[in-house]
């Protein structure tokens, strides 16, 4: 039990979004343990640095929680609040994830001038994104879209439709959510459509394993969001999941049962699979998936 009057220390990313989501969770806290105090230390990460290069070229996953997760390991922070999508699936050792928050939205949308949707742009429209799962899925749909790298958190990315000349954007719905830009979202795509990165839309609480700040973590979080991030980490760390290797994921539990609907790209096709079970077997759905899709991909 952390004691009355303890200061609970709470690692965040400097941008906006990641300060508005450590505040979501230390608020999920303190209506929990209300005596609490709780402190945002803000550390700048490496991704948040390196806003020329793809994310591919940049050090894939980790470059958005590497100096969160040294802090946390040098005792300097007590918790570790990140975008569950930007965690890769090894943890350094001593630390673990405490906690998964109920998800927000996790499809991807588009957000385009006079809210054209993505059937209706121009041919050869140009579509703002970084990420290969998104480009892959994008050239899917429509082959002739002209696809640009885009970096910088989600207001700067906005900002550079103009200055890139850009007809669209296609970025996490739960981010503009959160930051109420709602308004700016002209379509939303259904996960099967275009297939989420793994863990999109649901907030990861990091803590060291031996610390007694594990119980007080462990209050906020959602059991059904936690079980279907398991199968969608496990399908992304049967497939080597990185920046490098355009995957996605997304569980939807029902009941006492888990679906996970999984997409991978390789040899220039894009191979998704739905795959079902108890969640008990969440882990072993998002391995069989992987199989599956691995197999159908290398034919």
Do not use: W
Not at 55 to 61: M, P, Q, R, T, V
Not at 236 to 260: D, I, K, N, W, Y
């Amino acid at each position: 039990m952390i004691p009355t009057g303890r200061i609970v220390r709470v690692g965040s990313r400097e941008s906006r979004l990641a300060l508005v989501q450590t505040e979501i969770v230390i608020r999920l806290l303190k209506d929990r343990r209300p005596e609490l105090e709780f402190e945002v230390v803000k550390i700048k990460t490496q991704g948040d640095k390196l806003l020329d290069v793809n994310l591919s070229d940049a050090g894939g996953k980790g470059v958005f929680v590497k100096e969160i997760e040294e802090a946390l390991l040098a005792g300097s922070i007590d918790l570790a609040v990140h975008s569950m999508k930007d965690v890769p699936y090894e943890l350094p050792e001593g630390l673990c994830i405490a906690a998964v928050t109920e998800r927000e939205d996790p499809r991807d949308v588009l957000i385009s001038r006079d809210k054209r949707r993505l059937l209706n742009l121009r041919p050869g429209a140009r579509i703002g994104t970084s990420s290969l799962r998104r480009s892959v899925q994008l050239k899917a749909l429509r082959p002739d879209l002209d696809i640009v790298p885009v970096r910088g958190n989600v207001p700067t990315r906005i900002r550079k439709m103009d200055d890139l000349e850009l007809d669209g954007l296609v970025l996490a719905a739960a981010g503009i959510k959160r930051l109420g830009l709602e308004e700016l979202i002209a379509e939303y795509f259904p996960p099967e459509v275009i297939v989420p990165a793994v863990g999109q839309g649901a907030l990861a609480v990091e803590a060291r394993k031996d610390d007694d700040i594990l119980e007080l973590a462990g209050l906020v979080s959602h059991k059904a969001t936690e079980v279907a991030v398991r199968a969608e980490r496990s399908f992304m760390r049967a497939l080597g999941g990185s920046c490098r290797v355009p995957l996605g994921a997304f569980a939807r539990v029902e009941g006492t049962v888990v679906t996970l609907v999984g997409m991978v790209e390789k040899n220039g096709s894009v191979c998704k699979g739905t795959m079902s079970g108890k969640l008990k077997e969440a882990e072993e759905i998002g391995l069989r998936l992987a199989e599956r899709l691995g197999d159908s991909s290398d034919r």
